[in-house]
């Protein structure tokens, strides 16, 4: 087992940053991939970063590249996600995730995980 718990969610204004933590233990080396995911009220969850964890190649949803950033601290066990120039459309519960075995088709699927965090609320406000 995996255990993931998410920290750094809050309330900021538009254009404001966030950087949201998750903190991984138990048989994180059963793990390739961790995955940064949210999900806004009455939609469906979706993938916004991952990283390979061995490789460290990183992926990103359109809707965040280039404002969201994930990255790892191996020595932690613990990813980040920077997020920048935020918009009231990035408001949703953020979840973190981790995922094993054979590499998927779609990193940002989440299907593709594993084990997952509770959640941190990001709010963004106009």
């Known amino acids: 087992q995996v255990q993931l718990v998410e920290s750094g969610g809050g309330s900021v204004q538009y254009g404001g940053s966030l950087r949201l933590s998750c903190a991984a233990s138990g048989r994180t080396y059963e793990t390739n991939r961790m995955g940064w995911f949210r999900q806004a009220p009455g939609k469906a969850r979706e993938g916004v970063a991952a990283i390979a964890t061995v490789v460290y190649s990183t992926y990103y949803a359109d809707s965040v590249k280039g404002r969201f950033t994930i990255s790892q601290d191996n020595a932690k066990n613990t990813v980040y996600l920077q997020m920048n120039n935020l918009k009231p459309e990035d408001t949703a519960m953020y979840y973190c995730?981790?995922?094993?075995?054979?590499?998927?088709?779609?990193?940002?699927?989440?299907?593709?995980?594993?084990?997952w965090g509770q959640g941190t609320q990001v709010t963004v406000s106009s």
């Open positions: 995730a981790a995922g094993g075995g054979s590499w998927p088709p779609r990193v940002l699927d989440r299907y593709a995980y594993n084990y």
